[in-house]
């Protein structure tokens, strides 16, 4: 029996309503993806930008307010502590909307701090402004930097789990930030030459005042993010938080990834007065050594994403690691004179060497954030990657303490660098130590997945 003309238009018509719909559904993922897009490339351009006034803080310490290199060092270290707090952040943006928006108000709030900080800075007369003074500004600068980190990272980690752009969406963020970093250091060198570093400040304040408003005029509904599962206050997220710490496959990684940074001694402060001070290396060329780092940092994101993102976990983080150790023994060769006795300028070196072993540190980052992308449960996006990069942050001051000590163990001074050679080695030695407990790593995403299912 055939159906009759009305069951057949009204199954056309329902097939017709759905395809609307669908197509309609898929047309507001793509745009809500384009609108993810524009306010992740902004915000982590950004990120990557605030190299630009750091440049002029690091030679404002140095010729304005003549400090030495372990507190030069000892505030770079300082500077970041607000970032150890990130899963607060995290929790509270998890859990916590503000007009209905969980992420958006987040990423505008820490702006405005921002923008605050540096216009404070730029603004405070050079009569009156101390170490101090800075420290307190810089420390509100970056309380705004992580709040706005931790929400872009939420972002990116939610997003991961929608059919649109999920595969690319952190690459493409490492590469903005990249982006912003190249820029950043291209024009810092050639503005710190140029300009004062008060007129660098104010330039920054007014490139984070224009974020904020860019930010308030986005509404989050478009973004198209998924719905927190979780709407039961901070207690509840912070136990969500701890039971997935405690799992294994989530615990181990991040565990031996903070470990990995924190056993190495930095010593950027003391390498930055050896290149200044004792080789008289111009700003600008540690300008384009920089510049030449993010360079390195971009095509590494555009290489992992095509190349290397299907390689094992373990065996990737393992041989950026392996290369930091080795690069860390050619900085000793580069100190003794090696390189220079071979024919090759200082310079060179700076700008080729110094440059990519600067960014190195940070390769480890964008294989070990997919991974825990894809380990991060629903619901609790926001803390679990806000953990990791507090995790890192604090990592980065314990090493940066380490560094002040162990340059005043080989006796390294802005006027001796003697000892520096042995310092380097020590260096490198303890960037080999994780290697022994790399299986803390899974070989695959895919397999820790597994496990936590």
């Known amino acids: 029996m055939e159906p009759s003309s009305e069951n057949k238009l009204e199954t056309t018509t329902k097939t017709s309503n759905d395809s609307i719909k669908y197509y309609r559904k898929k047309r507001s993922l793509t745009q809500g993806g ?46 970041n502590l607000p970032m150890v707090a990130k899963p607060f952040y995290g929790l509270v943006s998890d859990s916590l909307y503000v007009f209905g928006q969980h992420r958006i108000p987040y990423i505008a709030f820490g702006a405005l701090l921002q923008a605050i900080s540096w216009f404070a800075v730029a603004s405070s007369p050079s009569s009156t402004i101390s170490f101090f003074t800075i420290t307190a500004y810089l420390l509100l600068g970056n309380l705004g930097a992580s709040i706005v980190e931790v929400a872009n990272d939420a972002v990116v980690a939610e997003c991961g789990k929608q059919p649109v752009n999920k595969t690319d969406l952190p690459s493409f963020a490492w590469v903005a930030a990249s982006i912003g970093g190249v820029m950043g250091n291209l024009l810092g060198g050639i503005s710190i030459d140029h300009l004062s570093a008060r007129s660098m400040f104010l330039l920054f304040g007014t490139l984070m005042s224009l974020q904020f408003l860019i930010t308030i005029s986005v509404s989050e509904r478009s973004l198209n993010l998924p719905k927190n599962q979780s709407n039961d206050g901070i207690k509840r997220q912070l136990s969500e938080l701890v039971k997935v710490l405690k799992k294994p496959e989530i615990c181990k990684p991040i565990i031996w ?169 020590i260096q490198a030695v303890c960037t080999v130590v994780p290697l022994f407990w790399s299986s803390f790593i899974p070989d695959t995403p895919q397999l820790a997945v597994e496990k936590k299912m």
């Open 34 to 79: 384009n609108r993810v897009k524009m306010l992740l490339g902004l915000g982590f351009w950004m990120q990557g930008f605030r190299c630009f006034p750091w440049m002029a803080v690091t030679f404002f310490l140095k010729d304005s307010l003549r400090v030495d290199p372990s507190t030069l060092q000892i505030l770079q270290t300082s500077a």
């Open 257 to 425: 990834f903070a470990a990995s940074y924190a056993v190495i001694p930095a010593l950027t402060g003391t390498m930055f007065f050896y290149q200044t001070q004792h080789l008289k290396i111009e700003s600008s060329v540690l300008g384009i050594s920089k510049v030449f780092g993010q360079v390195a940092m971009l095509l590494w994101g555009v290489v992992y994403n095509r190349h290397l993102k299907n390689i094992p976990q373990r065996k990737l983080i393992s041989s950026i690691q392996g290369t930091l150790a080795v690069l860390m023994l050619s900085d000793a060769l580069f100190v003794k004179g090696f390189y220079r006795a071979m024919g090759i300028q200082d310079s060179v070196y700076v700008v080729v060497v110094s440059g990519v072993l600067e960014v190195l540190y940070y390769f480890k980052i964008l294989p070990f954030s997919v991974l825990m992308a894809k380990l991060c449960p629903p619901g609790c996006e926001g803390s679990l990657m806000a953990f990791v990069m507090s995790s890192i942050a604090l990592a980065f001051i314990i090493s940066g303490y380490l560094g002040v000590a162990l340059a005043s163990y080989v006796g390294v001074t802005e006027d001796n660098f003697s000892g520096f050679q042995k310092g380097l080695v």
